[in-house]
Antibody, heavy 124, light 113 residues
Framework: QVQLQESGPGLVKPSQTLSLTCTVSGASISSDSYYWSWIRQPAGKGLEWIGRIYSSGNTYYNPSLKSRVTISVDTSKNQFSLKLSSVTAADTAVYYC????????????????WGQGTLVTVSS | DIVMTQSPDSLAVSLGERATINCRSSQSVFYSSNNKNYLAWYQQKPGQPPKLLIY???TRESGVPDRFSGSGSGTDFTLTISSLQAEDVAVYFC?????????FGPGTKVDIK
């Protein structure tokens, strides 16, 4: 059974860096068949894709966040991480990590497993 | 960016009746090389993460009841719940994975009338 679990501080001060980790169990983060994503959802609003990383280390980011986002992978721990710098109140949201299918012809696919999400509040 | 829109914003349907949700993309998400529409549907219940229902616009994920079906091609897609059950009350999102920059629709809330 594939499981993903987000972890990290629930409160971050404005202008600081938000850091979250997603621990994956039941699947190898090194597999070429998948990519690993971060997606967020402000309270009562829709889903915003933040970015994704492949086991090769290749990353793709939402252009609106690209200057502030870094996604990395630690294959030894079967984890991947998100760093979002210079946060403001607008970054307050539930942050989800998810697995995506990367074995399609284009390397792009749907998200089949999601973590439960973690609420990050940006406030002083 | 591929902009995804959904209609209606919300709908209320009687138990056992059909619910239809529409999703439109600002450009085609059909990839001719493999004849696939790069479109997924997710269901999100309060306090839970999204759950995958449909991928390739019409392929039902394993374990998803067959009352859920997806259709459409190119830029216009539909999610149909053929006979609404109480447990189907949720928000439904479409998502394109055609471009490197994934985008989601704003969601459609489904309630019981």
């Amino acid at each position: 059974q594939v499981q993903l679990q987000e972890s990290g501080p629930g409160l971050v001060k404005p202008s600081q860096t938000l850091s979250l980790t997603c621990t994956v169990s039941g699947a190898s983060i090194s597999s070429d068949s998948y990519y690993w994503s971060w997606i967020r959802q402000p309270a009562g609003k829709g889903l915003e894709w933040i970015g994704r990383i492949y086991s090769s280390g290749n990353t793709y980011y939402n252009p609106s966040l690209k200057s502030r986002v870094t996604i990395s992978v630690d294959t030894s721990k079967n984890q991947f991480s998100l760093k979002l710098s210079s946060v403001t109140a607008a970054d307050t949201a539930v942050y989800y990590c998810a697995r995506g299918l990367g074995i399609t012809m284009t390397g792009l696919g749907w998200n089949d497993y999601w973590g439960q999400g973690t609420l990050v509040t940006v406030s002083s | 960016d591929i902009v995804m829109t959904q209609s209606p914003d919300s709908l209320a349907v009687s138990l056992g009746e059909r619910a239809t949700i529409n999703c439109r993309s600002s450009q085609s998400v059909f990839y001719s090389s493999n004849n696939k529409n790069y479109l997924a549907w997710y269901q999100q219940k309060p306090g839970q993460p999204p759950k995958l229902l449909i991928y390739w616009a019409s392929t039902r994920e394993s374990g998803v009841p067959d009352r859920f079906s997806g259709s459409g091609s190119g830029t216009d897609f539909t999610l149909t719940i053929s006979s609404l059950q109480a447990e189907d009350v949720a928000v439904y999102f479409c998502q394109q994975y055609y471009s490197n920059f994934f985008t989601f629709g704003p969601g459609t809330k489904v309630d019981i009338k």
